[in-house]
């Protein structure tokens, strides 16, 4: 049963995540390993969100090793220019002596100088690799093209889903490459009362809400698709059924989006994930989506999760379905969700496993 609002329960069982096979001695020797994390990804006033998943993976990582990871942010709302940037990274280097460099966004690898002689792993993330071969953006291409020479320059790669592993240009390129999806802090997302939810947030407890899981402003979320496919939604019982959005959420509060909606629905051009995907999921409210990401990664078996094309009919006709047939409000036992610990002890495997040339 959903347990009461803010409270958080403990840590469910870990569950697994998609990953290379890693020998146990790797998961041992890995912990006394020193690393920087390179990236342009955080937080902004306008986006709370953004860069949160980079924090979590920085905070696993943190608690399974004895120095903990330093991070430099690069770019304009981190470090600067690209001059200003590689500094940083240089004194990073210097002041640390990593054994591995840890690259998060292929863009970030841009502040990586030349010569160097510490390994690389790079974490790439969806816009960096899709955003530009997609729409021909010039910069998404640019971006395109410095992910692609940051990742030739990588030992290892990960990505949170064959979507992404599938879009790098070579066959080399995707032999190293790692399906490493994020892990879901269960103690955070879980279900919660619906209506205990709905009270936080002063939403009325007698309509349906279908929830857009980001801010509408994003073009690349199509807020447009997901009001189309709302605003003409009728489930033949005169259910007042609406669409609300995710704008500005602080992190702690995006467990009572989750569990406060009927549904979410993610209309994205592209995705490498997204982590509202299984967010969702793991506070037992069911996805809509679009094949993108983890939605077009496997056959979806599961009542919760349910993918069709990109037009206001289809994903309307899905929604209906979702009302009519609601499924419980718990973790759906079919699904695995990706698991924060079991992340961090299969990237610190991959570190060992760079470390011993593997």
Same mark, same amino acid.
């Given at each position: 049963? +959903?347990?009461?609002?803010?409270?958080?329960?403990? $840590?469910?069982?870990?569950?697994?995540?998609?990953?290379?096979?890693?020998?146990?001695?790797?998961?041992?020797?890995?912990?006394?390993?020193?690393?920087?994390?390179?990236?342009?990804?955080?937080?902004?006033?306008?986006?709370?969100?953004?860069?949160?998943?980079?924090?979590?993976?920085?905070?696993?990582?943190?608690?399974?090793?004895?120095?903990?990871?330093?991070?430099? $942010?690069?770019?304009?709302?981190?470090?600067?220019?690209?001059?200003?940037?590689?500094?940083? !990274?240089?004194?990073?280097?210097?002041?640390?002596?990593?054994?591995? /460099? $840890?690259?998060?966004?292929?863009?970030?690898?841009?502040?990586?100088?030349?010569?160097? =002689? !510490?390994?690389?792993?790079?974490?790439? *993330?969806?816009?960096? /690799?899709? &955003?530009?071969?997609?729409?021909?953006?010039?910069?998404?291409?640019?971006?395109?093209?410095?992910?692609?020479?940051?990742?030739?320059?990588?030992?290892?790669?990960?990505?949170?889903?064959?979507?992404?592993?599938?879009?790098? %240009?070579?066959?080399?390129?995707?032999?190293? @490459?790692?399906?490493?999806?994020?892990?879901?802090?269960?103690?955070?997302?879980?279900?919660?009362?619906?209506?205990?939810?709905?009270?936080?947030?002063? &939403?009325?407890? =007698?309509?349906?809400?279908?929830?857009?899981?980001?801010? +509408?402003?994003?073009?690349?979320?199509?807020?447009?698709?997901?009001?189309?496919?709302?605003?003409?939604?009728?489930?033949?019982?005169?259910?007042?059924?609406?669409?609300?959005?995710?704008?500005?959420?602080?992190?702690?509060?995006?467990?009572?989006?989750?569990?406060?909606?009927? *549904?979410?629905?993610?209309?994205?051009? &592209?995705?490498?994930? %997204?982590?509202?995907?299984?967010?969702?999921?793991? *506070?037992?409210?069911?996805?809509?989506?679009?094949?993108?990401?983890?939605?077009?990664?496997?056959? &979806?078996? @599961?009542?919760?999760?349910?993918?069709?094309?990109?037009?206001?009919?289809?994903?309307?006709?899905?929604?209906?379905?979702?009302?009519?047939?609601?499924?419980?409000?718990?973790?759906?036992? =079919?699904?695995?969700?990706?698991?924060? !610990?079991?992340?961090?002890? @299969?990237?610190?495997?991959?570190?060992?496993?760079?470390?011993?040339?593997?």
């Amino acid at each position: 049963m +959903p347990g009461g609002v803010p409270a958080p329960g403990t $840590h469910s069982a870990p569950t697994r995540v998609a990953g290379i096979s890693v020998p146990p001695q790797a998961r041992t020797n890995a912990s006394d390993r020193r690393v920087v994390f390179i990236t342009n990804l955080q937080p902004t006033p306008d986006d709370q969100i953004r860069g949160v998943f980079v924090q979590r993976q920085i905070a696993a990582v943190a608690a399974m090793t004895v120095t903990p990871p330093r991070v430099v $942010h690069v770019g304009r709302r981190g470090a600067g220019g690209l001059l200003a940037s590689r500094r940083a !990274v240089r004194a990073a280097i210097r002041e640390l002596r990593p054994d591995v /460099l $840890h690259i998060v966004y292929g863009l970030s690898g841009a502040a990586l100088p030349f010569g160097l =002689d !510490v390994p690389a792993v790079l974490t790439l *993330c969806g816009s960096d /690799l899709l &955003w530009g071969p997609t729409t021909g953006h010039p910069r998404g291409l640019l971006e395109y093209v410095v992910s692609v020479i940051t990742a030739c320059r990588a030992r290892r790669i990960t990505v949170e889903s064959a979507v992404l592993r599938d879009a790098l %240009p070579t066959a080399a390129l995707r032999a190293r @490459t790692i399906i490493l999806p994020p892990g879901v802090d269960r103690a955070t997302f879980r279900p919660l009362p619906r209506s205990e939810c709905r009270a936080r947030l002063g &939403w009325p407890v =007698d309509e349906g809400v279908v929830l857009f899981p980001a801010n +509408p402003s994003r073009t690349l979320k199509r807020y447009g698709l997901a009001l189309a496919a709302v605003s003409e939604l009728d489930t033949g019982r005169g259910d007042r059924i609406v669409l609300r959005a995710m704008t500005r959420v602080p992190p702690g509060e995006v467990p009572l989006y989750l569990n406060a909606a009927d *549904c979410v629905i993610i209309t994205s051009a &592209w995705e490498g994930g %997204p982590l509202a995907f299984y967010e969702a999921l793991a *506070c037992g409210t069911p996805v809509v989506s679009v094949p993108v990401g983890y939605a077009r990664d496997q056959t &979806w078996r @599961t009542p919760y999760v349910r993918v069709t094309v990109p037009t206001p009919v289809a994903l309307r006709a899905e929604l209906i379905d979702v009302f009519r047939n609601p499924v419980p409000h718990e973790c759906p036992a =079919d699904v695995i969700i990706p698991d924060p !610990v079991e992340y961090a002890s @299969t990237l610190l495997a991959a570190y060992q496993q760079v470390l011993d040339g593997a």
